[in-house]
Structure formats: structure tokens, C-alpha cells
């Protein structure tokens, strides 16, 4: 591999590269959840589209229908792909002093969070997540919003001691507390 | 550190001309809110309807709950100090006490508005580091007590962190050092600045400006401004191309209008200090505001400059710095136009280590991005443009002139864009019609992030995006390689660095 940076002390090369980590696939139950909350919201659309149809004075409602639920069903079909085929995107691995966390199938995007820079981390979880018993991570740094890291699908008993194990290493590595 | 005529520890009110700014404020926001409200019931009580009057009682009635509202949290507004923190006390129905100790203060700000410098009172507000909703803001208090609460508060942190802080915390306590003005904007300056500013964006607030007010007045106001000009219309209709040319010129003398103006009310005898532990700004005709920039807070520094401002050998220098919440977010970048090469160059070497400051390689990104651009700003539109032929027939053609435009904006792009690296900074170069630096010490960083699209993954380039406390710097369309290599570096030195990142 070539240097391209001649001017570091460090030979980029030489440092952990993400070659040799296992990155490790979200809980399968996390692809279910997404998949019932899609189901909901092109139910509510359907609901919607029904209302508006039947309650305004179109003339021709079977054309309304036609047009309506083709593009539903469309985008539904779409959804439902994009969610299957992106679902083994995303993966998260801990290193010794950082967080990655990947995903996109179209547009991917890999983020890294030192451990030294998580200003805190808390659990979330939604109705039907808890049902499946899974939790999202989300890990705040100071970098605003754009730069948090949430993993979604992490079951109860992982979830946990995955934060715990980034708080405990957030105040071994930690050099900010003013 | 006695005062004699100052004594902080008893609760007390804001001196009483504070009611009248507040009431100030007061009709400044409601008037704000409601003024579309206001004018097209004016003009609409012509028709005299019912529904019209209720509406106006309506608003009425919330203002007068507001003024009273407004009244009352003056009475019941009290500071003082106890236990070597500043404390707050307000609220009128709920009550809620801030404090805020000493050590934990960073800046303490003032800020003067007309009617503040009438009665010779000051706004202040205290900035603290940590959580949020950190900072308390006092609507007016006599200038002299203001700068003496602001000494007792500093000597008396710098007394605490002394008997218990640790040597860093020391020295930055310090803040005892001489400061130097460094840039003082002379009105020819400012003229400079007002001259050189984008006229362009100005254009675009006021039609922004021109049209959300048009959409919030009713259809009164349409009506109101059509009658008046309906002479001029059937005048325009008979000479298209004088009208065209006389809106234009109209519309570029008011924006240049616009942004001059703007520019004299916001940066009028700007001045900026700086001492060993930061800045200090000073700027404003009607709005005097007075800001402090901790050295240790600042995450970047930018500056920019376009064909005008070039031709003044002037820069828009701005410095960004971690704010305590997302709320002040606006104010943690400080604009300072007209600024100097060698006053750029004072403030960076204040900033960061002036030893990493030398010159590095430029890294130039992949020429692919060239093609990009003309396909998303060229090729694209011009399709949709010539698609749409048989609507807007032989003027379609006139869309053809985006190709060659987006093939001179895809080669300056490609040109500009560079970034340089070393052990310590990191640095970003590009712009279009101007030029834009953004330099940020590379332990800054608070996360990394690689993204690749679909087409960027075919030709294995990247696009690498670092996020610091106040902004973010992206570097795009390097190859894979390099990417990763530039992470695995950033991830690091920010790993490795003991040094505090504010």
C-alpha cells in the first residue's frame, strides 16, 4: 500500500486499519421491527388515501383508486427491498479505543466515535421494539447532531453491557472532565 | 478584592429603567409576530366585518397578558451572589432559582442596543461550560455595576482555581495579560467591507422577505398595491424590456443598499483585541455587542474571501468555538470582515501552535468529481429544460448555456479543492467564484465519518467528513486509500492525544 501522507511521523499503514476487525451483524429481530413500522405507515397512507377518496367529490373513484394504490404499493414494494437488502449493512464493532458503527446500502456511511469523545450514551426503545425486546444506542459527542451514533437492534442483555463497556472505557480514556 | 459601593450578596432587582426594556422588547417581539395580522385588518376593516373585530380582540387580549407577564417578571427578577456562585431568581407563577458558581464561568458578555446606551445600562449575559441551558442573561444593569460584578466574579474565580486548580487551570485563569487591538475597522474599512459583501444573498433576503410578508397579508394587501399600480402595469405591459431593465437596476440598487446598510449597523467601529488567553469583540451601530472568545474553546478557524474582496487584500476571518448548547449556536461563530493578511495571521498563531504552522503538501481530490458536476448541474437541468420544449418552446435553448457554465464550475471546483495535513492541523482549501480555508487542530475532532455512494464505490473514491465541536469539514472524492489511511490517522491522534479538546 502506498503512503499518500509522506509528512506524518506515523506510518498510516502501520496503524490498526479496519481490515482485520469483525464487524458484527444488528439482532435479525431489528429487520422485523422495521419492517411491522413500515407496514404501519403504508397502512395509515392506505387509511388516508380512502378517506380523501371517498370523502371528496371525485366522480371516478376507481380511477382514484387505481392511481393511488398503485403508487402506495410501489413505494411500499420499494421500501420493503431497500430495507431487506440494507438490513446486512448495518453492522457495529468496538475496538479497543473507538465505536464504528456501518450502514446504507445505496449511500454508505461508516462512523467512528472515539471512546475518549462520548459526552454520554443512553438505551432507547420504542413500542414495538420493546416487544422484540431490542434497544437503540445512541451515543452523544459534542460534535452535534449530525455526528451521533445510534445502533438500532441491540437485544436487552447485549445492549446494556455494550454501554456499560463504552461508559467504563469513556472514563479510562476520558481526558475531558473540566 | 473588596468592592466598597458594590455589595453582590444581597438579592436585588435590575435598576428600574430595565422595566423600560424590557417592555421594549416586549412590543419589539409582539409587534414582530403579529404586524401582518395588524396591517391587514386595518386595511380589511373597510369591509367592516364582525369576524374581522373579534380577531383584533383576540390579539389584543393576548398582548395585554403578555405586558402584564412582561411587568410582573421584572419584580419578581432578582441576582445576587452567595457561596461563590451567581444566582438568579425569577419566574412569576413558577418560580425557578439558576446558579451558576464561579468556576464554572467562562465568559460574561455585554451587549448595548440603542435604548441601553440612552441610559447608559448594558444586557449581560454569563456563559458557563457543561450542561445545557448553562447560560442566564440579565436584561439591563447600570454599566458601572455591570463591569464591577464582572471583576469581583473573574478575581473571584481566579481565586478559587487558585487555591485548588491544577496548573493548567492556572494559567488560563491569568486572563490578567495585556490585550493588544489588533483590528480596529476604520470607516474606510467599512465601507470596503460594505462594498465587497455577497449583493447577491442580500438579493435573496429581500425577495425572500418581499414574498413571505406578501403570502402572510391577505388578499387586502393585493388588492391595495394592484390599484396604485395599475397605471404603471398597463405603462410596463407597453414597454417589456425598459420595465425589465429598470426592475433590474431597481433591484441591484437596493440590494446593494441593503447589504451596505447591513454591513454599517452590524460592523461599525468593530474592534478586536486579543490577549495571550483569547478575543475579545467589540461591534455595532445601533446593537452594540461585546463578545469573548476563549483560546481554548475555539475548534476552527475559517477564512474567506471573494473577487471584491480580494481586490481590497481583505479576508472574512471567522472563528468558531464550542458553544454550551445548540440553542446559542449562532454565536459561537464570530465574523470579523476585513481583516488583514497579517491580522489573519496573528489570530491563527494565537489559536493553534505556531510550530505545525508551515506550509504542506496540497492533496488535490479526483478530477471524477469534474464529471459530476456536469452531470447533476449541466447535463441534467439542460435534459429537463429541453424535455420540457414543447411547454417553453425555443426558450428551452437558453438552458443549454448551464453546459458550458457547469463545465467551468466543475474545473474551478476541482482546482481550489485541496486539503493539506501534518501531526497537529488539518486543513481544508476550496471555493468557486471566491476562496474558503478552514484549518481545525486535528485532536479537535469528536468523530469521523466515510462516505461512499453508489458511483463512488464503482471508482473507489470516498468522501470523508470530520466533525469538531462547532462544524464539520469535509473532504470529497479521495480515493479509498487514502481515506482510510486519513481516518486511521485522525481516529489516532484523537485517541491518542491527552491534551483537552475545550
Do not use: C
Not at chain 1, 439482532?27 to 421491527?33: A, R, T
Not at chain 1, 449530525?146 to 467504563?168: C, M, N, R, T, W
Not at chain 2, 442596543?113 to 439591563?140: M, P, T, Y
Not at chain 2, 471566491?434 to 464505490?457: C, D, F, M, P
Request: no cysteine; hydrophobic share 45%.
Amino acid at each position: 500500500m502506498i503512503n499518500h501522507f509522506e509528512n506524518l511521523s506515523i506510518d498510516p499503514n502501520e496503524l490498526p486499519s479496519l481490515a482485520g476487525i469483525d464487524f458484527k451483524p444488528i439482532d435479525p429481530n431489528y429487520l422485523k421491527v422495521s419492517l411491522i413500522s413500515s407496514a404501519l405507515f403504508f397502512l395509515i397512507l392506505i387509511g388516508g388515501s380512502i378517506a380523501i377518496i371517498e370523502f371528496s367529490d371525485i366522480e371516478e373513484k376507481t380511477n382514484g383508486y387505481l392511481i393511488s394504490m398503485s403508487a402506495i404499493i410501489i413505494l411500499a414494494a420499494v421500501s420493503v427491498i431497500l430495507t431487506i437488502l440494507g438490513f446486512k449493512k448495518k453492522q457495529y464493532a468496538l475496538r479497543q479505543r473507538d465505536i464504528i458503527y456501518t450502514k446504507g446500502l445505496i449511500w454508505s456511511v461508516r462512523t467512528t466515535v472515539p471512546f475518549n469523545r462520548i459526552q454520554h450514551a443512553e438505551l432507547k426503545q420504542g413500542p414495538i421494539e420493546r416487544l422484540y425486546k431490542i434497544n437503540s444506542l445512541k451515543l452523544y459527542t459534542a460534535g452535534g447532531q449530525s455526528s451521533d451514533l445510534v445502533i438500532p437492534g441491540l437485544p436487552d442483555k447485549d445492549a446494556l453491557s455494550i454501554k456499560d463497556f463504552v461508559l467504563k472505557k469513556t472514563e479510562e480514556d476520558g481526558a475531558n472532565q473540566s | 478584592m473588596e468592592q466598597t459601593n458594590h455589595d453582590f450578596s444581597i438579592p436585588q432587582r435590575q435598576p428600574s429603567v430595565a422595566i423600560g426594556i424590557i417592555l421594549i422588547k416586549f412590543f419589539r417581539m409582539t409587534i414582530k409576530a403579529i404586524w401582518p395580522i395588524l396591517v391587514s385588518l386595518i386595511i380589511g376593516r373597510r369591509a367592516g366585518s364582525t369576524f374581522n373585530d373579534i380577531i383584533l380582540y383576540v390579539v389584543i387580549g393576548f398582548a395585554a397578558y403578555n405586558l402584564i407577564g412582561s411587568i410582573l417578571t421584572y419584580f419578581r427578577f432578582y441576582y445576587y451572589v452567595k457561596d461563590n456562585a451567581i444566582v438568579l431568581d425569577k419566574g412569576v407563577l413558577r418560580k425557578t432559582r439558576t446558579n451558576i458558581p464561579f468556576e464554572r464561568i467562562q465568559t460574561i458578555n455585554f451587549s448595548q442596543n440603542l435604548l441601553h446606551r440612552l441610559f447608559n445600562v448594558v444586557s449581560v449575559e454569563i456563559d458557563s461550560a457543561g450542561a445545557n441551558k448553562s447560560e442566564i442573561s440579565i436584561d439591563a444593569l447600570s454599566k458601572d455595576e455591570a463591569i464591577a460584578l464582572r471583576e469581583y466574579i473573574m478575581a473571584e474565580k481566579e481565586h478559587l482555581i487558585s487555591e485548588s486548580g491544577t496548573e493548567e487551570e492556572k494559567e488560563i485563569s491569568a486572563d490578567r495579560s495585556p490585550s493588544e487591538l489588533l483590528l480596529h475597522l476604520t470607516p474606510s474599512d467599512l465601507l470596503k467591507v460594505g462594498v465587497s459583501q455577497n449583493h447577491l444573498r442580500s438579493m435573496g433576503i429581500i425577495f425572500a422577505f418581499v414574498f413571505t410578508t406578501m403570502n402572510e397579508l391577505t388578499n387586502d394587501i393585493g388588492d391595495f398595491v394592484s390599484d396604485q399600480f395599475t397605471q404603471f402595469e398597463s405603462f410596463a405591459e407597453h414597454n417589456t424590456l425598459f420595465a425589465f431593465v429598470a426592475s433590474a437596476i431597481l433591484v441591484t440598487i437596493i440590494s446593494f443598499l441593503f447589504s451596505l446598510g447591513n454591513s454599517l449597523l452590524k460592523y461599525y467601529d468593530l474592534k478586536l483585541w486579543m490577549s495571550k488567553n483569547g478575543l475579545k469583540l467589540v461591534r455595532g451601530l445601533l446593537n452594540r455587542e461585546e463578545v469573548t472568545i476563549n483560546r481554548n474553546k475555539v475548534q476552527m478557524v475559517s477564512w474567506s474571501t471573494n473577487p471584491i474582496r480580494k481586490l481590497f487584500k481583505m479576508y472574512t476571518l471567522q472563528i468558531a468555538q464550542a458553544s454550551s448548547s445548540e440553542v446559542n449556536a449562532h454565536k459561537s461563530k464570530i465574523n470579523v470582515p476585513g481583516s488583514y493578511k497579517e491580522q489573519l495571521a496573528k489570530v491563527i498563531n494565537m489559536v493553534f501552535p505556531s510550530e505545525y504552522l508551515g506550509t504542506e503538501v496540497k492533496h488535490s481530490i479526483s478530477p471524477v468529481i469534474k464529471f459530476r458536476i456536469v452531470l447533476f448541474y449541466g447535463i441534467l437541468p439542460s435534459l429537463v429544460a429541453l424535455s420540457a420544449w414543447f411547454l417553453i418552446e425555443d426558450a428551452a435553448f437558453y438552458f443549454l448555456l448551464v453546459l458550458p457554465l457547469s463545465f467551468f464550475l466543475g474545473q474551478t471546483y476541482h482546482k481550489k479543492r485541496s486539503y493539506e495535513i501534518n501531526e497537529e492541523l488539518i486543513r481544508s482549501n476550496g471555493g468557486i467564484v471566491g476562496t474558503e480555508n478552514v484549518l481545525t487542530q486535528i485532536h479537535k475532532i469528536q468523530a469521523v465519518k466515510v462516505k461512499q455512494s453508489w458511483y463512488q464505490r464503482r471508482k473507489r473514491l470516498a468522501t470523508i467528513k470530520l466533525y469538531t465541536a462547532a462544524g464539520e469539514m469535509s473532504i470529497p472524492y479521495i480515493t479509498i486509500s487514502e481515506a482510510l489511511q486519513l481516518e486511521n490517522f485522525v481516529l489516532y491522534r484523537v485517541q491518542t492525544d491527552k491534551r483537552e479538546w475545550m
